[in-house]
């Protein structure tokens, strides 16, 4: 009876022949939330963010600060010596002198636009860091599946490695008993060492993919909990785009945030306009010193005639009309104009931009539902046609190229399925992205199709292909 080389076999030896990657021990395997919130706890990016956040918020009380009063005290201790040559006369004045100055703002334009500037800027700060937030979440399922996606691509190299070592070693027995030639031994040794070069390449990508975990989290995982292929794959809902652009318009962060800029764009220009309107204070101060510091005793002929402490106070209304200030006022204006038409171009950009991604988000996700589905088929088909390859290379009507030509297809399918499956996920997190409605309970959602037992060298395929293949092989069977 000729025996045939199944996918199920191939696993099984990747699994127990092949030990080129240590499993960890499963108390140490660590699931997608788990991540997400040491990524919350120890992103340097996120917290560059928070502390940008915090200090922009501190424009609100800056420009409010100008309409509040303002109330300053001094002291002023001096010693003046004054000399007249005819006649001649020499006097000295010193003493110390107090003050306090209270100004109270009435009408200042500017500063009340520049203070409504200021809380559309914090709104906007609010926002960016909100997206920031938000992309955090994405960012540590893209790291968290890389690793996966790395691990199952090295199970199914190490897999296919298997194979291609075992065709080398029935070429071999082939060519000691006369039934092929040299030429099949150095196909099947070439086909081997391409499999082995494609299999450190994977461990490399495994190795990076932990890293780029580490770097966004600033801790070291051994392992990660799988995701099960019990996964549903389903189109979104609902599964219209325009539904979802409505969404993005509305709720996309980075969207709400442009809107913002532009409110402080147009307040920053009424500021700039207001440069042209006057101003009104109400003003205050008190001084007290002796005569001469305060200045009541001005030429020796007046000396002595006041003594003791002097003490001034005066209240008033002080009003300034700016007339012209070398064109300043009138270039601000024109600055902030173009300042308000460049941050509404960036809006429209942007909105544009969050559309595009949206739309093309939705159809990635329609087209990863069916991908995912015809890479499955497209497993059992190619491990089918490799099983009935090996059996007509058996019975020598097909050569040792077909064969391994067919192996090759298999594994690539492989690797396709496993790929389509992670940018499903993924994509349904950008959608949500983009639609501004991602949030941390969309990876909860996942926790339960992840499998803490899962091993890449024995999961890395759905568990029913082998049994599925056979099927398809003998015709009676539609998967």
Known sequence: MLRRLSLAIAVAAASNAMAWAEQAPLSTKTDLVTVYQEAAANNADLAAARADYEARSEVVPQARAGLLPNLSAGANLSDTRTQVDSPSTTSSRSGTVYQANLS??????????????????????????????????????????????????????????????????QANERFDVGLSDKTDVLEAQAGFDTARANRIIALRQVEDAFQA??????????ALEGIEHSLPILAPTPNDAKAWVDTAAAQNLNLQASNYAVDAAEETLRQRKSGHAPTLDAVASYQKGDNDSLGFSNNAASVNRFSGDVEQR?????????????????????????????????????????????????????????????????????????????????????????????????????????????????????????????????????????????????????????????????????Y
């Not at 308000?340 to 159809?363: G, I, K, P, W």
């Open 314 to 478: 005066s209240i008033g209304l002080q009003l300034n009309i700016p007339l012209y200030s070398g064109g300043l006022t009138s270039s601000q204006v024109r600055e902030s104009y173009q300042r308000l038409n460049q941050t509404e171009q960036l809006r429209e950009s942007l909105r544009r931009q969050v559309v595009q991604n949206t739309r093309n988000l939705h159809r990635a996700v329609n087209t990863d539902v069916e991908t995912v589905q015809a890479r499955k088929q497209s497993i059992i088909s190619n491990q089918s046609a490799l099983e009935a390859t090996e059996i007509g290379y058996q019975v020598g009507t097909r050569n040792i190229v077909d064969v391994l030509d067919a192996q090759r297809e298999l594994y690539s399918s492989v690797r396709n399925y496993n790929n389509a499956r992670y940018d499903y996920i993924l994509n349904n997190l950008r959608l949500k992205q983009a639609a501004g409605t991602l949030s941390p309970d969309d990876l909860a959602a996942l926790e339960q199709y992840l499998k803490s037992d899962y091993n890449p060298d024995e999961d890395f395929l759905p568990p029913d292909l082998a049994k599925a293949a056979e099927a398809q092989l003998r015709g009676n069977s539609q």
């Open 104 to 169: 109270q703002p009435l009408f200042r334009a500017d500063r009340w636009f520049q203070l409504q500037a200021a809380k559309a800027s914090n709104e906007q700060a609010v926002l960016e860091l909100s997206a920031t937030e938000q992309n955090l979440i994405l960012q540590s399922a893209e790291a968290y599946f890389a690793v996966l996606r790395a691990q199952d691509n090295l199970a199914s190299t190490k897999a296919e490695e298997a194979a291609f070592k075992r065709q080398l070693d």
């Open 213 to 222: 975990l580490t770097t966004l989290t600033n801790r070291d995982f051994s």
